[in-house]
């Protein structure tokens, strides 16, 4: 059977993978598979965005769902508003961080995850085999708006720390959220709490001529500038407002396992203990201070999705991705930038210093990141035959909850990783010095070309 689904949600450059035919045609699965339920619609700043949607409405309608239309809004927030306001799923038009020219559909469960793989399946199934349910002229669903999701999830998140403690910190904060939907949240929630908020890259535009939909160190020097001369923190948000990167006092922006784990260093210390999940691409810091802080780690793959539902399984207190992404689960089960800044900002006053030397406080790691091309239909082969050659090898420890991970020593590792959307293979590395894990890397590419040619 094909395959409509990637990590996250069905994804293709629009007009080419992703026509309005195929969208109307996946809606009328997604509202099979959901038997006429209620389902929340909402969608993110791209071009084709509002094209897209109006496809998904017609398909979910035409299945005999009834919509809601929550209109143009983050992914965490449409999330939000499946489980505040008790819909029976949720659909959100976006492709988060990728190029303009992509878009996506993204299926939320009744708990405001987006569905596992094994419910994927079920929709894949109805797609494929045809099983697509077509109701009657008089039993189509009926649509309605629901104007209020936005303003319902501002007033709920900030329950969610301590506002008039934050509030009296009188922070300045450097707002940029790449000219993605975050705009209509993240300045207006920290307002709210008392921060000073200046902004940058905040115009809705589904072209992102600021600095592109992904918060990646290298396109946040703007950031970085407004942040050292005149403000206490940066947060910079990818295009759908999941996921968040923060820049220090000093102008210094931070990967998501050092902000991850200062959050979770925060979290463990408040609750005395807790469960972190975290995928197992990230780094051993986020293990350390959960030895440390009586946590327990659970590593799984990568993949947001599994986190969410990993978190909720066990019932877990925090979860991280190194990307910046920060779930919350009092809040919900799922990432988001707005809550991720929320809990940072709380850190920052609890602690009483800038984040700079919060970071400096933290053990040092060092992460270096490559791939290699490899075509689909090798990928399956060529990490049959590096798992055999690496059992060969001095390790401590070999892990294949995703991919093959490595451990040379406890503080060092490699991990080698078929990407589940693109035709390469992803190697990480951790060390203790930047030159090592820049060798581990190197040392496994070598070993991948020896295997493929
Ligand atoms: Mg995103």
Same mark, same amino acid.
């Given at each position: 059977?094909?395959?409509?689904?990637?990590? /996250?949600?069905?994804?293709?450059?629009?007009?080419? %993978?992703?026509?309005?035919?195929?969208?109307?045609?996946?809606? *009328?699965?997604?509202?099979?598979?959901?038997?006429?339920?209620?389902?929340?619609?909402?969608?993110?700043?791209?071009?084709?965005?509002?094209?897209?949607?109006? =496809?998904?409405?017609?398909?979910?309608?035409?299945?005999?769902?009834?919509?809601?239309?929550?209109?143009?809004?983050?992914?965490?927030?449409?999330?939000?508003?499946?489980?505040?306001?008790?819909?029976?799923?949720?659909?959100?038009?976006?492709?988060?961080? /990728?190029?303009?020219?992509?878009?996506?559909?993204?299926? @939320?469960?009744?708990?405001?995850?987006?569905?596992? #793989?094994? %419910?994927?399946?079920?929709?894949?199934?109805?797609?494929?085999? &045809?099983?697509?349910?077509?109701?009657? +002229?008089?039993?189509?669903?009926?649509?309605?708006?629901?104007?209020?999701?936005?303003?319902?999830?501002?007033?709920? @998140?900030?329950?969610?720390?301590?506002?008039?403690?934050? =509030?009296?910190?009188?922070?300045?904060?450097?707002?940029?959220?790449? /000219? $993605?939907?975050?705009?209509?949240?993240?300045?207006?929630?920290?307002? #709210?709490?008392?921060?000073?908020?200046?902004?940058?890259?905040?115009?809705?535009?589904?072209?992102?001529?600021?600095?592109?939909?992904?918060?990646?160190?290298?396109?946040?020097?703007?950031?970085?500038?407004?942040?050292?001369?005149?403000?206490?923190?940066?947060?910079?948000?990818?295009?759908? $407002?999941? #996921? =968040?990167?923060?820049?220090?006092?000093? $102008?210094?922006?931070? +990967?998501?396992?050092?902000?991850?784990?200062?959050?979770?260093?925060?979290? *463990?210390?408040? %609750? $005395?203990?807790?469960?972190?999940?975290?995928?197992?691409?990230?780094?051993?810091?986020?293990?350390?201070?959960?030895?440390?802080?009586?946590?327990?780690?659970?590593?799984? #793959?990568?993949?947001?999705?599994?986190?969410?539902?990993?978190?909720?399984?066990?019932?877990?207190?925090?979860?991280?991705?190194? /990307?910046?992404?920060?779930?919350?689960?009092?809040?919900?089960?799922?990432?988001?930038?707005?809550?991720?800044? *929320?809990?940072?900002?709380?850190?920052?006053?609890?602690?009483?210093?800038?984040?700079?030397? @919060?970071?400096?406080?933290?053990?040092?790691?060092? &992460?270096?990141?490559?791939?290699?091309?490899?075509?689909?239909?090798?990928?399956?082969?060529?990490?049959?035959?590096?798992?055999?050659?690496?059992?060969?090898?001095?390790?401590?420890?070999?892990?294949?909850?995703?991919?093959?991970?490595? +451990?040379?020593?406890?503080?060092?590792?490699?991990?080698?990783?078929?990407?589940?959307?693109?035709?390469?293979?992803?190697?990480?590395?951790?060390?203790?010095?930047?030159?090592?894990?820049?060798?581990?890397?190197?040392?496994?590419?070598?070993? *991948?070309?020896?295997?493929?040619?």
């Amino acid at each position: 059977m094909g395959k409509l689904f990637g990590t /996250n949600g069905i994804r293709g450059k629009f007009g080419d %993978e992703l026509t309005v035919e195929l969208a109307v045609k996946i809606a *009328l699965s997604i509202g099979t598979y959901f038997n006429g339920g209620e389902i929340l619609v909402g969608f993110d700043g791209r071009v084709s965005s509002p094209i897209l949607k109006r =496809a998904v409405i017609s398909g979910l309608l035409a299945s005999g769902c009834n919509v809601a239309h929550a209109g143009m809004l983050p992914t965490p927030v449409l999330q939000f508003g499946v489980k505040y306001f008790k819909y029976d799923g949720g659909v959100m038009i976006t492709a988060s961080h /990728n190029p303009p020219e992509y878009n996506g559909i993204k299926v @939320i469960g009744p708990d405001g995850i987006e569905i596992p #793989r094994r %419910e994927e399946e079920k929709i894949e199934e109805i797609f494929f085999e &045809n099983k697509i349910h077509r109701a009657a +002229w008089n039993e189509v669903g009926r649509i309605k708006e629901e104007p209020n999701v936005i303003q319902a999830y501002i007033d709920e @998140i900030i329950k969610q720390v301590n506002v008039r403690k934050i =509030a009296s910190r009188k922070f300045k904060v450097v707002v940029d959220p790449g /000219n $993605g939907v975050s705009s209509l949240t993240t300045p207006i929630v920290l307002k #709210r709490i008392g921060c000073e908020v200046i902004t940058i890259n905040d115009v809705i535009d589904g072209k992102f001529p600021g600095r592109g939909p992904e918060p990646i160190p290298k396109v946040l020097g703007i950031v970085s500038k407004m942040v050292s001369s005149n403000a206490d923190l940066g947060v910079s948000l990818d295009g759908d $407002g999941d #996921r =968040a990167i923060f820049t220090d006092e000093k $102008g210094v922006t931070h +990967w998501g396992d050092k902000s991850g784990a200062i959050i979770e260093k925060y979290l *463990l210390q408040r %609750e $005395g203990g807790g469960i972190i999940v975290t995928p197992v691409s990230s780094s051993k810091l986020i293990e350390e201070i959960a030895m440390k802080y009586n946590g327990e780690i659970i590593w799984t #793959r990568v993949g947001s999705v599994t986190v969410s539902h990993k978190l909720k399984e066990v019932n877990g207190t925090l979860g991280i991705e190194e /990307n910046g992404g920060i779930f919350y689960p009092p809040h919900q089960l799922v990432r988001d930038g707005t809550m991720a800044t *929320l809990l940072m900002l709380e850190v920052l006053t609890h602690e009483g210093e800038g984040l700079s030397k @919060i970071v400096d406080k933290l053990p040092r790691y060092y &992460n270096y990141k490559d791939k290699i091309p490899c075509p689909h239909n090798l990928k399956k082969k060529v990490m049959e035959k590096m798992l055999l050659e690496v059992k060969c090898e001095e390790a401590v420890k070999i892990e294949t909850i995703d991919g093959i991970k490595i +451990w040379k020593d406890e503080n060092k590792w490699v991990l080698i990783r078929p990407s589940g959307t693109e035709p390469i293979i992803r190697i990480y590395a951790e060390a203790k010095s930047n030159e090592e894990a820049k060798e581990l890397v190197e040392k496994y590419k070598e070993k *991948l070309r020896g295997i493929l040619a």
